[in-house]
């Protein structure tokens, strides 16, 4: 029983918290590793999705401590407890960002796992800068961006309305009327609304061939925030791919199949 309580305190990563300025902005990251990590193990970052912040990742890096990576987990920028751009964000902001995260710390040996829109600005990553990044993990990755028809008519309610929305005493409406046309995450970061209509209008299936890093793609076949569709898409134009489905899980895979996902990125390790 000792030894094995040994085990559980020599494997288990401590999730810590700390800041940096970047691009004069305070940003918040957790760092974690066991105490079993050597210096020349590789690192594991990862960006997290649209609302979502670095800590999402705690449960992922306290299981994968036994493998003695290096780990860290970024609040990006307007999101978690990092503080929000003066001026909208382009996924290349977010991209240079990063990367500025990544020469700051001196990180090495690299393999970036982006959630979402996280998974969006790992595509970006990954494409500008080859050398840096060795390999990487989508996970229900944003990016593709067909303008459906449901899309069209979002954008021009929202231009319709605006106007009649401009007073607070409308905004509680405001937000009913884009949960009610399905456009949740429009009004869910208010201050970053601009960033977000920057993100969603690029769409990355261009450079997508220009990703040379071996690449894992995972997602949930019950996932409703990005279609199953999207990840063929991604594992079609992405060459050095392979794409992992696990039945059951929704958006937040590495959550819903947690084991099965961290099985899944140990064996492409």
Request: proline letters at 4%; one cysteine or more; aromatic letters at 12%.
């Amino acid at each position: 029983m000792f030894a094995k309580f040994m085990r559980f305190i020599y494997y288990t990563a401590m999730f810590e918290s700390n800041e940096i300025v970047l691009n004069e902005l305070l940003i918040r990251y957790y760092r974690a590793q066991a105490p079993s990590c050597k210096s020349e193990a590789p690192t594991l970052l990862f960006l997290h999705g649209w609302g979502s912040e670095g800590a999402v990742w705690r449960g992922v890096c306290e299981k994968l401590a036994h493998c003695g990576y290096h780990m860290y987990a970024l609040d990006l920028s307007g999101f978690g407890a990092s503080e929000t751009p003066k001026n909208p964000y382009s996924l290349d902001d977010y991209a240079r960002s990063v990367f500025k995260f990544i020469q700051t710390l001196k990180l090495k040996k690299i393999i970036l796992v982006g959630h979402s829109f996280g998974g969006s600005v790992a595509i970006k990553l990954a494409a500008t800068h080859p050398k840096i990044i060795q390999k990487l993990i989508l996970v229900s990755s944003s990016g593709i961006r067909k303008m459906t028809a449901k899309k069209r008519a979002v954008g021009f309610i929202a231009k319709c309305v605006k106007p009649f929305f401009r007073s607070r005493y409308m905004q509680p409406f405001r937000k009913k009327l884009y949960i009610l046309i399905g456009a949740e995450d429009y009004t869910a970061t208010p201050k970053l609304t601009e960033t977000f209509r920057l993100i969603v209008n690029e769409d990355l299936a261009l450079i997508l061939p220009k990703i040379t890093q071996k690449t894992l793609i995972i997602w949930g076949d019950k996932d409703r925030a990005t279609p199953l569709k999207d990840a063929y898409i991604f594992e079609h134009l992405i060459q050095n791919s392979a794409l992992v489905v696990l039945k059951g899980a929704g958006h937040y895979s590495f959550l819903d199949k947690q084991d099965e996902w961290i099985e899944a990125v140990e064996r492409f390790i």
